[in-house]
């Protein structure tokens, strides 16, 4: 069972970048697809990056397509969010999770999940 440890959140202003990162213990963590979800306050917990087990096909959602990237070192055992052109709306904790790679690396089912980390991006 793979355990996600993220890191990389923090505060930043309007049109800024983070890099958020997903430590995987799990040494098989090339099986996983990999996706990551933010929750802000009051909403529901959505899905908005996922990258294949394979590292060879990703999928956004609407609201990051084009700001954000998804990527993987499956040697290093980490997955990764780059974020651009951050805005205020992207407040939200994020979550790194892990899904067998025999299911749709679009829709999961997210089985695994790491603890979260919050992006606060101030106006």
């Known amino acids: 069972q793979v355990q996600l440890v993220e890191s990389g959140g923090g505060l930043v202003q309007a049109g800024g970048s983070l890099r958020l990162s997903c430590a995987a213990s799990e040494r098989t963590f090339s099986n996983y697809n990999l996706g990551w979800f933010r929750q802000a306050p009051g909403k529901e917990r959505d899905l908005i990056a996922t990258i294949r087990y394979s590292g060879g096909s990703t999928y956004y959602a609407d609201s990051v397509k084009g700001r954000f990237t998804i990527s993987r070192d499956n040697a290093k055992k980490e997955g990764y969010l780059q974020m651009n052109t951050l805005k205020p709306e992207d407040t939200a904790v994020y979550y790194c999770?892990?899904?067998?790679?025999?299911?749709?690396?679009?829709?999961?089912?997210?089985?695994?999940w790491g603890q979260g980390t919050q992006v606060t991006v101030s106006s």
């Open positions: 999770a892990a899904s067998n790679f025999w299911n749709d690396y679009k829709k999961g089912p997210y089985d695994y």
